[in-house]
């Protein structure tokens, strides 16, 4: 069940999503990203580093996913028979979990480490395109602004990840006829998401993040690069190709904007394609890239 059958299938379509094997997911995955670092259309040397850098923000996202899921194997054995069954006990254990400093801090910083290069590698080879004595700073506000921004998703993230599991505990409760079939059900929901089978820990999840920010940091660092080079004028969105796309990209598809002016995508206001100042749904997952418009 590669791309061919999935014709219909979405970008924002989460039941879709959480249906498919984790091999069909990574494969789609890699097709797109390639055809994503193709229209960048970046030299060699660039596009190895920023396969590298992906890499790396993607290893460092599944560790930390990883060590969620073991945080949350562990409150979970701690829990009586009675609070397995009781949705108001387990929200307060997902919200102590997801909460944690702990684990907001390890993740808004390996956000930052691995998205804030990839920012400053794309912004510096547009620039040099287009002009090669200026200087790329990597001390420029937009990458300040930039950074604070994808650490700020990190929250929403952590939130999502509580509603989902919170979800399947709930309609777990629903289907169980007695306390312990109840507790058994909610622990085997619990032990799947800590070995990142599926749910919020998985591989899947990985990738979603890690992709999202990996458009906004390309896009983002294109957009500043251009702003240096002082002679862009304009931007063009392109969305990228395939059914998978969101309606509302394949809309803005050739939408032309001045440079300091956002693209209208659906409802949203977005900067760039995968700006995370955006709104959520606009941004997960997007694979579309940006045109310079010179005059
Ligand atoms: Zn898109």
Redesign the pocket.
């Known amino acids: 069940m590669f791309r061919s059958s999935l014709s219909d299938y979405c970008e924002k379509d989460q039941l879709r999503w959480a249906l498919m094997c984790e091999a069909c997911w990574e494969l789609i995955v890699k097709a797109d990203d390639d055809e994503f670092l193709d229209s960048l259309e970046l030299t060699y040397v660039e596009r190895k580093l920023l396969e590298e850098l992906y890499k790396q923000g993607e290893d460092r996202i599944v560790e930390i996913l990883e060590l969620q899921g073991e945080a949350l194997q562990e409150a979970i054995a701690e829990l009586s028979e009675e609070s397995l069954g009781d949705i108001g006990e387990l929200g307060k254990v997902m919200i102590a979990l997801h909460t944690s400093e702990v684990f907001g801090d390890l993740f808004e910083q390996a956000v930052q480490d691995a998205f804030e290069p990839l920012f400053n590698l794309a912004g510096e080879s547009e620039l040099l395109e287009l002009d090669d004595e200026k200087v790329w700073s990597t001390k420029n506000k937009a990458a300040k602004k930039f950074v604070k921004e994808i650490r700020s998703l990190v929250p929403d993230m952590n939130q999502s990840s509580t509603d989902t599991l919170l979800r399947s505990f709930e309609k777990a409760i629903d289907e169980g006829n007695t306390p312990s079939e109840r507790a058994l059900l909610v622990q085997g929901i619990s032990a799947i998401a800590a070995t990142g089978e599926d749910g919020p820990f998985s591989m899947v999840r990985a990738q979603r993040v890690s992709r999202t920010m990996s458009t906004a940091a390309a896009n983002g660092g294109k957009l500043e690069g251009w702003k240096q080079s002082e002679i862009a004028k304009g931007k063009k969105w392109r969305?990228?190709a395939g059914s998978r796309?969101?309606k509302t990209?394949r809309k803005a598809n050739g939408q032309v904007v001045d440079l300091d002016k956002p693209f209208k995508v659906g409802k949203s206001k977005l900067m760039y394609?995968g700006d995370p100042s955006g709104e959520a749904k606009e941004i997960i997952n997007?694979?579309?890239t940006m045109q310079l418009v010179l005059d």
Do not use: D, K, L, Y
Request: glycine share 0%.
């Open positions: 969305s990228a796309t969101r990209h394609p997007c694979r579309c």
